[in-house]
């Protein structure tokens, strides 16, 4: 024992290093601080930060003995209780500068270790100082504008009196947020996973006594263990995922034993006993191998699964081909015949990149036996919709099935659909104990990623411009298993002639098995796959023709009133008036001189384009007004920091006309909830919003009937106002009445709302699309010519709300998601050697900063009022990440006359572009980049 | 040297005979440890040799992440509670930065802003202001992680190491370390050359191009003409790649115009990288002139 003795936050503590030998341990275990949360564990994210001595630490690389004598600091520590917060907590709840809050303590401990060290920063200083720590929701606009304004109330130079905080707010800046990897139970065991060191191998044996005789392990979980369930495998339409793998393995980092110990490192030094007699198998790395004849064969058998139902012009094929998991194909009129009068036809190609969602809350599970079923907390966006395959899985009906869920940090698709939920639950079943599963970050990037895609266009143009149609053939790299791929291919490839007038369409998208780590839902979802290629190539036709590509856009764009395709719904946003508002704040049209002679610049326009809502949705919700006059909601969206309760607490005090402080949201539960398909697809607002407004109305109404009976007059002459009862000049608590009625034990009102979005075989997908989401993007760029770098001056980025609940949630999740494009377009990339990822720990997998910001950063919020939504509302989640990598492609052409078609645009790549030219003009003819 | 340590090529990451542990680099497989505070220099030195496989640590960021990674020393020798062991001084014609010297530390010494002004303000912009505030100068340098920026700064101007092993202090020239090397035990601190005193020393750093790569040039000048000039390339190898610039003798005019023909030469042989996941090494090979013929446009301005 080391008894090492500090002060924590102004107390005297002292703690045993050697029980907890890194300080980010000792803060959150024996010290009891609930605002020191490991992430990245690799001191390279920041959000374990505290400050030692006042100085930047993160914790997670810190020894606890070093810290003896010394002073540390957490988040929660620079609010003393009922003390006022920080100037800096302040500035971060009044600017918004947190979502999920996972790297809040440490971006505000960092925000404190500047403003300590110089009162008055400029804005590059803060910049390049808060470059520190990773946040991947926010797009640090606006972490950046909070500390300059915590600057300011610092020195006093600002008196606006503080708001009011929400709980969830106040909650994240001082360290008190509880999130899934927080969640203890008695008796709760640690889980961890033997992954597979091969991409494509045939598991021959596998040993596990030793581990199993270890002291303290529990249970040892292999494919072995899989005989018993009524569904192994899982996957969205295509169930192919083993819950762990039985008699293959299919990528580096594929499940292949499980321990539950007593502790983490007693799990790991469990795994490192287990032996597996692997025969390693040829790997296909690419879609390319994977297509090849005679190629390796990832599945010799047809998965189980079925598909979803599809309607006018497509036609979708479950496993047609080997190597292929899925295909869609939609197709709209004559499209050979279009292409056969057409005067021109521009065939082009794309590659897209692929990227880690790389959350700072990985994958979380806690899985406790609850007599025949279970009990579940996790990190999952559908809790329903994971409680059915839980069901599926087990064989045992859903209400033995408890799943609860928390506040996630962040998810971006990583968290939706089951993951390795059905794998805890077979441990805690095994060990008849809970167990908890937590995957660190280097394993989130073995988990789930984007799909990588090539998208084949063929674009059928008239003369004077007008687009006519358009073919394409689009591979999507879906990893060794499904997860949500055959969704993902429908999208994109509905996705991918734009919102233009076409003749005819025939587009296919296919989703290809490869050795790589699975690919499935990632914001944008297809969408920003099929923008990056559709957008980029009109650039390349208006150029080709002549044509300014802001006038071709403006030509052929679809407008408002109008199906995006027969049979669906229509076009719900001005998308001229965006195209054209966005155009005059880049300035489009005019170009400033370079800043050097290496240097050039250029602007580029795009509108990354997505339905949104969901297929078919189905949400329902519940609104109680309990005796006091207050609102409590409950529904299933999960909130992962896009700001979904607030935009349904305004919903609701909206329609009861009260302030939002007065409605709270409850916890989700399945056992309690109201029914929701799940959180994607940007559906939160529009349509889970829409199920709260309509609850809130018939709570509304229930309170109006209850009270015209008590004050004996026509509900139509009543209102409902502030929790009191309204009638003329008259008001009375409802408080009052109830107790007058009912006595002194209360009441509550309840309303209950849903919506179904219905089916139509008209409408391609089979339903109508709720929503549609434009992202208008206008971008100045300046491209260093001797090394390719490309360097960001101004990038507008514009979103249609509808009508925008939370306009501060709105502007966070258009910026985030555009910097989060910023990252794909530039670096960010999961890296691969054949099968193996090289980019594979935090420290090389290359995230945005705040240092990558544009030199100039618009957010701009339309409200067009022709959502399906509450109010008009639509949801902005996706946007922001659809049109930034093609609006760039469009702007360093315009720059350097180069077209980049392969993400991301590194000053490799574009400095081979440019050498290319150079020798294309010179004579010596095209030269492949 | 008597022991080998985490200064030395990286061992397994698991121990023998047990399989990788794919995706497994966490806290959780730190192994018990004793933590040993040495009171001085040659108190780490006696700790470190009677504890076989300990290692000893400054700022402990490398230290610990090697340890996450499953390399299991027996013991910790924290560095970081000498007296004096993160001071910056002024030696001689060196400049001695302290084992524990932080980044911060050294961005803002006054001493090193008056006697080498180019070193403080390029290492104020180095990594990250966390990382700065709580790494170590000399774990920066001896992590020998490619990413790393310390190395070819300090590689660029010269820098050497002491090193005390068995009681005894040595020096090692940075640029000599070789790959293969086994490295010292214990650093006690780094020399780092000033210019003679009619001369002036410039330290230019470009890293725009990071983590593809990133070019250092040093530079010795004395009534306008170069004494000498070294140029670092960083960001791709375990070790800087150090390399001399023909430009001795010459005005800084004459420097600057000729900064091309003088990069390309000076960067005629780079090896191939080792971290090919930050770029290709054909488009290093052809940038890293580039960058280092704008420093050497700087440097003479």
Partial sequence: MIDTAFTLDGAAIAVDAAAAPILADALSGPCGCSGVRVACDHGACGACMVLVDGVPATSCSTLTATVAGRAVTTVAGLRPAQGPPSAVQRAFVEGAAFQCGMCTPGMVLLAEALLDRNPAPERAEVRAWMGANVCRCTGYRAIEDAVLRAAALRSGEEEAPPRSWRPEEAAKVTGTAFFTTDVTVPGLLEAKILRSPHAHARIRAIHTAAAARLPGVVAVVTGADLADLAEPCYGLWVKDQPVIAQDKVRHVGDPVAAVAARDAATALAALALIEVEYEPLPAVATVEEALAPGAPLLFEAPSAGRLGPHGAGVTSLKEPEPNVLYEFRHRMGDVDAVFATADHVFCDSFDFSRMSHACLESIVTIARPMGEGFELWSSNQDPFFLRQDLSDIFGLPEHLIRIHTLHLGSAFGLKSYCKLEPLTVLLARKAGRPVRLALTMDEGFLTLSQHAARLQLQTAVAADGRLLARRSLIHLDAGAYADGSALVADKVGYRVGGPYLWEALDNRALAVRTNTVPAGSYRGFGGTQAAFASESQLDMIARRLGLDPVALRLRNLLPPGVPYRPGDSAIDSDLHAGLEAVAARIGWGRREPPRAPHLARGKGIAIGFKDAGGQGRFAQAQVKVVGDGRAIISCATVDMGQGASEAFRRIVAEVLKMSPANVSRAEVDTDQTAFDQGTHASSATAVTGEAVRRAAEAVRGRILAFAAGQLDVPADALDYRDGAVRHGNESVPLKDLVRGYYGGLGAEFTGQGEIKIETCKEAALFAQIVYWMPNWVGVEVEVDMETGKVALLHLVSAADAGRALVPEAVRGQIEGASMQAVGQTLFEQLVFDGTELLTDTPQRYRMPLSTDLPERFESVIFEQGMGRGPFGAKGVGEAGILGVSSAIANAIEDAVGVRLTALPFTPDKVLAALDAKALDEAGSGPVAV | ?301
């Fill in chain 2, 1 to 301: 040297m008597p022991q080998a340590s985490l200064f030395s090529a990286p061992p397994p990451v698991s121990p023998e005979g047990a399989p990788r542990l794919v995706a497994h680099r966490t806290r959780h497989r730190i192994a018990p440890f004793r933590f040993l505070r040495a009171e001085s220099f040659e108190a780490a030195d006696i700790l470190l040799r009677a504890n076989p496989g300990a290692v000893p640590m400054a700022g402990g960021l490398d230290v610990v992440n090697r340890m996450k990674e499953g390399v299991t020393p027996p013991a910790v020798v924290w560095l970081g509670a000498i007296p004096g062991a993160d001071a910056i001084t002024h030696e001689g014609d060196d400049l001695v930065i302290g084992a524990a010297c932080r980044h911060d530390q050294l961005a803002t010494s006054p001493l090193v802003q008056a006697l080498l002004p180019d070193l403080a303000a390029v290492w104020g912009r180095i990594a990250s202001s966390r990382i700065r505030a709580q790494g170590a100068v000399v774990g920066n340098v001896m992590a020998d992680v490619p990413a790393y920026e310390g190395p070819a700064l300090l590689a660029a101007l010269g820098a050497q190491l002491t090193v005390l092993a068995n009681g005894r202090s040595e020096t090692l020239a940075l640029a000599d370390r070789q790959e293969e090397a086994t490295a010292p035990v214990l650093v006690t601190a780094l020399r780092v050359p000033l210019a003679a005193p009619s001369g002036v020393r410039r330290l230019v750093y470009d890293r725009s191009l990071r983590p593809a790569l990133a070019v250092a040039l040093s530079l010795d000048v004395a009534d306008g003409q170069v004494l000498a000039a070294r140029a670092v390339l960083g960001a791709g190898h375990a070790r800087p790649v150090v390399r001399a610039v023909p430009a001795t003798g010459r005005t800084l005019g004459e420097m600057a115009a000729q900064a091309p023909d003088l990069a390309a030469q000076a960067f005629a042989d780079l090896p191939d990288f080792t971290t090919p996941w930050a770029g290709r090494t054909a488009y290093r090979r052809r940038v890293a002139p580039q960058l280092l013929s704008r420093l050497l446009k700087e440097a003479a301005r």
